[in-house]
């Protein structure tokens, strides 16, 4: 199966540009970031500073993490 891959600086700009806190499949695909079929998965590059709550198909062990450490949740779809 393979994957977008949306890295956690890439979720930074989408919260500074689009203000988003809720970060899932539908959001990513409303906004036009993602295409119809793609499936997600976060990955750990880039710098995140904001609290975000990710429902995504699969992530990284370092990007989860990352999200939970700055009070953020992870959620994985099917």
Do not use: C, P
Request: charged residues 25%; proline residues 0%.
């Amino acid at each position: 199966m393979e994957y977008a891959a949306l890295n956690l600086g890439k979720i930074q700009g989408i919260v500074d540009k689009h203000g988003l806190t809720e970060i899932t499949v539908d959001s990513l695909r409303e906004n036009g970031l993602l295409k119809k079929r793609a499936l997600v998965k976060v990955l750990a590059s880039g710098e995140l500073k904001s609290k975000v709550n990710v429902s995504v198909h699969a992530i990284s062990e370092a990007a989860k993490s990352k999200i939970e450490s700055l009070g953020g949740t992870v959620n994985i779809v099917k």
